[in-house]
T-cell receptor, first 118, second 108 residues
Framework: GAVVSQHPSWVICKSGTSVKIECRSL??????MFWYRQFPKQSLMLMAT?????????EQGVEKDKFLINHASLTLSTLTVTSAHPEDSSFYIC??????????????FGPGTRLTVT | GQNIDQPTEMTATEGAIVQINCTYQ??????LFWYQQHAGEAPTFLSY????GLEEKGRFSSFLSRSKGYSYLLLKELQMKDSASYLC?????????FGTGTKLQVIP
């Protein structure tokens, strides 16, 4: 149980285009989803927290107009990187937490999406 | 905010025991996690401590001292597949913040 999927697993796009990344909780309802970014050899940096049906809370320094987050249902959250630039190339990971999980404090991570902007 | 410190790298021998330390400073402490992350993959959950003491789970154990802002992850009977980064993460009232991770290399 507690499986989180992400799609796509990797994507290459041209500078200036937008990319959408999906995060799905497959066997539980995710009341809260988190989006992280991880640059090579660095730790996970929290970008934003989203609760189903409400606006995402962005961390300091993260542009909400550039990284659009939609948590429209209890099983799906999307991150759209708008007008992507090479410096946005990174490993984007989502995680989900649900009150129905045996361990409600745990966050279950998706497999990640590697974005390369050329 | 939170400040989390871990050693950057460690090397240990297959079959041995290794202890990875983590110190933290935070307001509103609400638990400490350890995650394992293989290169290019997402982290996987290892342990969660919210009270002082030692939690044992198979070959892995995690210890917490809230008064000292200190935790360690103990790995016993090391296997080659344990080569990975180990992330210490601290939860406050709002979010979980990750340390930079300790890259463990297990050698024969």
């Amino acid at each position: 149980g507690a499986v989180v999927s992400q799609h796509p697993s990797w994507v290459i796009c041209k500078s200036g285009t937008s990319v959408k990344i999906e995060c799905r909780s497959l066997d539980f309802q995710a009341t809260t989803m988190f989006w992280y970014r991880q640059f090579p050899k660095q730790s996970l940096m929290l970008m934003a927290t989203s609760n189903e049906g409400s606006k995402a809370t962005y961390e300091q320094g993260v542009e909400k107009d550039k990284f659009l987050i939609n948590h429209a249902s209890l099983t799906l959250s999307t991150l759209t990187v708008t007008s992507a630039h090479p410096e946005d190339s990174s490993f984007y990971i989502c995680s989900a937490r649900g009150t129905h999980l045996k361990s409600s404090y745990e966050q279950y991570f998706g497999p990640g999406t590697r974005l390369t902007v050329t | 905010g939170q400040n989390i410190d871990q050693p950057t790298e460690m090397t240990a021998t297959e079959g041995a025991i290794v202890q990875i330390n983590c110190t933290y400073q935070t307001s509103g402490f609400n638990g400490l996690f350890w995650y394992q992350q293989h290169a290019g993959e997402a982290p996987t959950f290892l342990s969660y401590n919210v009270l002082d003491g030692l939690e044992e789970k198979g070959r892995f154990s995690s210890f917490l001292s809230r008064s000292k802002g200190y935790s360690y992850l103990l790995l016993k009977e090391l296997q080659m597949k344990d080569s990975a980064s180990y992330l210490c993460a601290v939860r406050d009232r709002r979010v979980v913040t990750f340390g930079t991770g300790t890259k463990l290399q297990v050698i024969p």
